[in-house]
């Protein structure tokens, strides 16, 4: 019914008010923490709620957010007005813009009774109503009991993995079984439009073991995987952007000077070496032109998709940068592919030097970046883009 942010905005009230109740001030580090909720996008919630008066803030030396008395008095249905508006309670739950005698009028008058009651039962659940039921989690500290005991976890739904199962999908969904794609040597970013049983007949694997593997994996408990996928498209947009573009930028000229070192002392005892420097070099050209088009082109436009409420786009539709976008993605992953073959998956000679060693642990550590990168975009960010686009023009 709630929405993510509303379900985090929720958790974090009743959290501020168990911690707060003597006017200790929390850090959005120490909320994000405390609820298993990425720091990025509860500092957006937190300034929202803290604009409406629903959580106090200083800011300075003893800076932080917390609740006083007055603000213990606010309800749940307060918090849910806040951030999803009031609308939750009284819009179609059909998703119907207007009742009518053409309407199945009965089952909608239901609907909206009900969302009268869910109201009336929100708006009698005081904030201060929670301190003393939670009061023993000052003994337990322990956010995992914390989340469990509020029902509320990001991924409380967990897919039901079968051979038909689309590997770009389960991952959106539960990034943990990226691990086990990545181990199977199988594509879970440029190819991931595929099912398992295709994937695994294109590697000639044994389907049952994996879909094991991938189940045991999406079983296992986690509070440090952030629910991209519940994340609204400009916050994921700047997410993207502030992570994986400034890493791209910052590590591409160090490693192209690694390489730099290593061809010139082993270049001519290891000729691969003189491929991979070229690969790279082709590569950190072709992603600066690819993140300069994204930052640009394609986000300012998401962006603008969510702020306005509207889709005019100057190129059209938001699907041609994206299928330009997608291109060039494919176009890495192949490439990496080349690079993790030409040095048996960065693993450098017995003996290797210590420039050696680093280089190929920095080639290592960006293929991993890349390929979380990559995912979020195809996977999440961009099929986010079209629905917001195809919902905003009807």
Known sequence: MFSKTCEYAIRAMIFIAQQTRN??????IEIANGIDTPEYFIAKILQELSRKKIVLSLKGPTR???HDEAAFEHSLADIV?????????TRCGLGLREYSKHSPARFMINLKRSGKGTHQMLAQAKLSTFFKTLNFFKKIKDKKVFIHFFNLLPKSNIMNITAQTIIGALVAQD????????????DFCCKSNRTIAEACEKKRLPLDPLIDTLTNAARTISIATPDFNAWPEDLLADYIEKKHHRYVSTRTPEIISFLNKLVRAHGNQHQQLIELDQLFNESAKDLAAHLKNEEQILFPYIRKMVETGRAT??????QHPIEAMLYEHNNEG???RKMAALTNNYTPPEGACNTYKATFSLLKEFEVDLHLHIHLENNILFPKALLLEQNLCN
């Open 23 to 28: 006017r200790e001030r929390l850090s959005i």
């Open 64 to 66: 932080g957010f917390y």
């Open 81 to 89: 007005t806040a951030v999803d508006s009031n609308s939750i309670f």
């Open 313 to 318: 786009a100057p190129f059209g539709t938001v």
């Open 175 to 186: 990034y943990r079984t990226a691990l086990v794609f990545k181990n199977y040597g199988i």
């Open 334 to 336: 192949e490439r990496f």
